[in-house]
């Protein structure tokens, strides 16, 4: 489906099987609906944000649920908008719940179950039927919002599976006694919390120190939390670093693994860790399997740069695959040069000759292989390939061709 708009938005108008929907006007991001909810007995305005490739897939999404969408709605997809190109998150759909500023206390503290009971009853079977999601469901709430929260966590049912809180209030006693009850029998779902607070926000510190200490010691194997007091934001400013670092952490093993030496690769575990690695991470994420082939990338490199010939050795015959789909002729030819480095034309020479297939007009494979038999001893080979390295070098304007021309001088 074409985008016309910066953030690729698609909102669709919700119609639940009892709830009536009205369409009002659209602002620039996309529209908004309202909804009429026979528990809440009022109007409610919802926001859906499918992933931009959602119509030409068969993929099930994670869902982020954000209460008062009304300001935080566009911090999911931003989140996702920037970052997906460089498969830093996966996509995952983004649902407004706007609410008035005047109604917000008495539906995330006073109504709080009849909320409860909307969010578990009303809308959140509706997403499930109606779109591609996942296991994977995400909250996200700021002050009030984030109090509720942990009212969620103490359900019976876990309805999220990660939950980010920013400066959260009405931690009271009962909601903590509530939750530590449903973490003692140690069968509540959940696996992630992140929630934050800024050092200004005195009245409620306390709060959150309890939450604290309650997750310290009663949250069981399985269940991440964080708690961060974020220096430089205040009350107003939580809301985004919180939904950035929730959403980085709860998603930490889905970009691909970089090792920055050969001892760090050795650390994680080699390649069987690695391999266990990615087979998690395919069938949490609904992803192949297979090592990524950034990793694979990148180990190679890693070895030519530390001049390892046996870890080098090793991964090219792990990655066969991966360096036979590579797409610039350079690489065969740095593969190559890395094995004559090391007294290995016959691998030399399988290599580049994969490389010619995929790029037949190359004068730096030609002249790679030249140099490869060479090393092999066997000149006329290395005299024809340096003279066919010349002819496409001259064609191309390859200012390598004088350094062909001097090797074949040479023979």
Do not use: C
């Not at 409620?204 to 949250?219: D, F, G, M, Q």
């Not at 360096?323 to 004559?340: E, G, I, V």
């Amino acid at each position: 489906m074409k985008r016309i708009i910066f953030l690729s938005i698609i909102i669709f108008t919700i119609v639940f099987d009892n709830i009536h929907a009205q369409k009002i006007k659209p602002d620039f991001l996309g529209e908004k609906h309202i909804v009429n909810s026979d528990i809440l007995k009022e109007k409610r305005e919802i926001s859906i944000y499918l992933p931009e490739n959602y119509q030409d897939t068969e993929t099930d999404y994670p869902v982020l649920y954000i209460l008062d969408g009304q300001r935080y709605f566009l911090n999911g997809i931003l989140y996702q908008n920037t970052l997906k190109w460089k498969e830093k998150t996966p996509d995952f759909i983004v649902i407004g719940i706007n609410t008035n500023n005047r109604k917000r206390r008495k539906l995330f503290f006073d109504d709080s179950k009849m909320f409860i009971d909307f969010l578990d009853k009303e809308l959140i079977p509706y997403v499930d039927r109606n779109y591609r999601t996942s296991s994977k469901r995400l909250f996200f709430g700021w002050e009030m919002a984030g109090g509720l929260a942990i009212e969620l966590l103490a359900q019976p049912q876990s309805m999220f599976s990660a939950y980010f809180i920013a400066s959260p209030t009405h931690i009271d006693t009962a909601r903590l006694d509530l939750l530590k009850k449903r973490l003692t029998q140690r069968d509540n779902a959940s696996e992630f919390i992140y929630f934050s607070i800024s050092p200004v926000e005195s009245w409620s510190i306390p709060s959150l120190e309890n939450l604290s200490k309650t997750l310290k010691e009663y949250a069981p194997e399985g269940l991440s939390w964080h708690y961060k007091i974020l220096d430089e934001e205040n009350h107003h400013s939580t809301p985004t670093k919180t939904i950035h670092e929730g959403l980085n952490k709860y998603f930490q093993d889905y970009p691909y693994i970089r090792f920055y030496s050969l001892k760090e690769f050795d650390d994680f575990g080699g390649i069987t860790a690695l391999k266990e690695h990615y087979k998690k991470r395919g069938e949490k994420y609904n992803l192949s399997t297979e090592i990524h082939k950034d990793t694979k990338h990148f180990l190679l490199v890693q070895s030519m740069n530390e001049d390892n010939y046996e870890s080098f050795g090793f991964f090219m015959q792990e990655f066969e695959d991966y360096y036979k789909s590579k797409r610039r002729d350079f690489w065969f030819n740095r593969y190559a040069q890395f094995y004559l480095k090391y007294q290995k034309p016959k691998e030399a020479i399988e290599i580049l000759t994969v490389g010619l297939d995929k790029f037949q007009n190359s004068s730096l494979i030609l002249g790679s292989l030249g140099d490869a038999y060479v090393k092999k001893g066997d000149k006329v080979k290395a005299k024809e390939y340096y003279k066919k390295a010349i002819d496409f070098a001259s064609k191309n304007g390859d200012k390598n061709i004088e350094v062909y021309e001097s090797k074949l001088k040479q023979i």
